[in-house]
């Protein structure tokens, strides 16, 4: 899996935990939509840190919570 995967991956369960929609996390998170759906589209996946700190900020979650998760822990090398 890829770090942009994760990260992705990491959002939508998240979002399913608390119940609420990828339109909703934009709102709460004083991101547009599309930005969101961007994120999420997996031709796309145009990810930014400042956008997952924004979309943390909307959870109400510090990074350092949103990077300890599973997902991040088994991540394959990105320099091939």
Do not use: H, W
């Not at 979002?15 to 969101?36: D, K, Q, Y």
């Not at 796309?44 to 300890?68: A, H, Q, V, W, Y």
Request: aromatic content about 8%.
């Amino acid at each position: 899996m890829s770090v942009k995967d994760a990260v992705v991956r990491r959002f939508q369960d998240l979002c399913a935990a608390r119940n609420i929609a990828v339109n909703e996390l934009a709102n709460l998170s004083g991101v547009t939509p599309s930005t969101a759906y961007s994120m999420m589209d997996p031709n796309r996946r145009d990810i930014s840190i400042i956008t997952i700190k924004k979309f943390c900020d909307g959870l109400e979650i510090s990074l350092g919570e949103f990077f300890s998760s599973p997902e991040f822990d088994g991540l394959e090398q990105e320099i091939k």
